[in-house]
DNA sequence: GTTAGCACTCGAAGTATGGGAGTGCTAAAA
DNA sequence: TTTTAGCACTCCCATACTTCGAGTGCTAAC
């Protein structure tokens, strides 16, 4: 299976594929003889198809139906045929004053719920952002506010703008002076570091602090220490999941229909499905049954990672059928990448 | 139309209502005649279900097949022949433990979340929790933070552990020593009062300062001033809304659920759909029609408001098709938010 | 190597057909 | 007067059968 194929195969193979996209019904020789102006004769191209059925590329749901890609088609129509489209004038704007025109006042939690959105509506798929590495960021401020009897609330904001606050328990109360003291303390260790690096600083300062025993400052290295002990957790933002339903080949199938949107709930689920993403800056483009989901061979998942400073922080990534239109999507998904990191540098 | 009911008609709508639920199937009179245990004959109990459809609490699909109830047969149901079941135990238990046990170190949000899901699993419906109030809970304690040049955050933590964070922008940056004096004198300020009240205050004192010329507590004033003009945000959670996929009566027809699932897309359709809720602490139903969002014919809505201290402050949900089992679901709903009040009061 | 021609396949859509669940009505029984 | 047995009737549903057409594979001619 899977031989190499010639020039001839290759266009039928991507004509096959482009009126798939476009259709969702299986495609006939007659039809793929007409896209490429009758140069080759029906005839001719079932001989080719049958070809490419043989490679694996295609194949009939039932015989005397026209073909249908294969994940394997799909792959190579996405690897070496496709016309990458630039992204439309309208499109490139709109995504870019979302990202750059509320980048002002508007925090970075909504920020990203609101592009996830458009990119989603742009889209007519299910957007995902994941924002995962949260806690490699430098930090911009700390602080410890008081969060009711025995409980202290640790907050911080990243230069990025993200903000996270913890719960920490603690028997005795602070008074709001000590709050005040410990909280200059700890913006004073906390300048430009990461959270981890945070945790490391804090360790050392508190046996230095023992030597010392100047008991405030080591409560409060104490807090922040087990305050920091967890890890930030995975954000993920997820809009327009009901475009899913809009898809032909699922609204003929509740089961699948079911399998996806449960696969939907559960957050852990999502980011295995974009984790590959995180890698690295490329584009991934994971087919039906490539995706690293099992049960879920009926969807593609186009995603990229996006970077603050030098290293990549998250993902995004459009969700939605097999039979997506990859020429459009995928420059959509690289811009907004691009974008996102940009976005967040300019914080 | 929609006439009185003497009993023995009120008795035969309670048995259709409940197959209907049971079965989603229309009823029919042999069935009704054995689940009465055959004091009366099937004859007897068509003419009866014939009374039924003439006034309105019952419809047939069509001629010579069984019958369904209507809005008006679920609303009579639900109002006078409901035999409310008492929650299990087991499920209570479970209930309690989430709100409770996790108090300690979860953070508000995150109980929210976590009582949500279980409330949507025990119902196998959506469950939905509005939090609408906050800003209406006397505060704990204000903090302002620097988050990038230009940009300074406002975090306030309610006496019921809510946190709440918004961005200011702001030319001039403040040193940390500003922004601890700022803090110092804000928490006084706050203490006990309400986002509102505060804002009140920050006014009056901001008229007071001015002649007192004092250009850093003028400038503290100024900026929290502007933060508290935009009233917090509602906050939606919604749980489990793949649920509705389990229903036969949906999965058939896929544009009902379609229009389900993009309603639940909009987080004002769903406030909306919980607000009449959101009036007293008396358990809400809307059935089918019934209900504020239009379009939505096929789902009913089961809420009860919760409180904080002595004024309702959000509001918990669930929702499925009209068929669901309000026996079971309103004391869930009832017990749930009951929980969910008790939960804040104890934080 | 390409193509016209043709028999063949198979699903989709349309058309009987019988069975059954359930009804309404009538007339007799209680 | 209320209840019930009896019965004709209605209409959905499942099944089977037919037709239609899109599309194929193969063969033989170009």
Redesign the pocket.
Known sequence: MTGALDDRGAQVLRHVVEDYIETAE?V????ISKKMGQQ?????I??I??DL?EMGYLV?P??????VPTSTGFRYYVDYLLARRKLARPERDQLQRMAAGDAGSTSADDMVRQFSRLVSSLSRHACVVVVSRLSSQPLRSVNLMRAGSGKVLLVTVTQAGWVEHRLIEDETDLSGDDLAAINGYLNELAAGLSLPQLRVKILQEMKREKARYDRLMHRALLLSAKALDEGSPTEVYVEGRANILEQPEFAEDVQKLKRILRAFEEKSVIVRLLDRALEGEAIQVSIGSENPVEGLLDISVVASGYRLGDQTMGSIGLIGPVRMDYSRIIPLVEYSARLLSSAFEHR
Chains 1, 2 share one sequence.
Do not use: D, I, K, V
């Open positions: 299986p006939g020789s007659r039809t080759l004769s029906p005839a001719t079932r001989n198809m049958a059925e009939q039932h015989t005397s139906a026209g073909r």
